[in-house]
């Protein structure tokens, strides 16, 4: 991102980055990383595309995006893997409502983001682009971070194993 970019995107989402609650996500872990970083990288590429494409509701998008995965494992009675992918658009739309003004198009953003999963289905072209580019994102930190974060995992065992000898 250009430095006028970068400058817009954090006057867009700097009330949220301020959230005591929202910044509980830097203690989730998401795809090997943080869930922090997780939405921070979806709502910035959201910002890119929107702009790229001339959207026009770049500022409303790209707030959802960073709001689609705003809850914590504690919050999630399901303990069910399964489950989980399934309901937590809902629970991060509801903790998104506490904070902040959710219109229409922002809540089917947030609640079809797991789409073709359960839940609702996208209504709007802002809904599809989130959803895109969160399975994106999802991707490029499945192979990048979770990869490495198992494969430390296994060496730190490995390395147990040899010093215990
Ligand atoms: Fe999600
Ligand atoms: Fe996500």
Known sequence: MSKKETQDFNLIVKDILDNQEFNKLNNELHHGITRYDHVLRVAKTTYKFSRFFHMKNTELTTRA??????????????????????????????????????????????????????????????????????KLVAAYEMSHYKASLYLNIFALFLFNLLIQK
């Open 65 to 134: 995006a960073l709001l689609h995965d705003f809850y914590t494992d504690s919050q999630m009675m399901e303990s069910n893997k399964v489950a989980k992918l399934t309901i937590h658009p809902n629970l991060a739309y509801e903790n998104a409502l506490k904070y902040y003004d959710i219109n229409d198009l922002q809540a089917n953003i947030i609640k079809s983001h797991m789409f073709p999963l359960k839940g609702e289905i996208p209504k709007y072209k802002e809904s599809w682009l989130v959803s895109a580019v969160d």
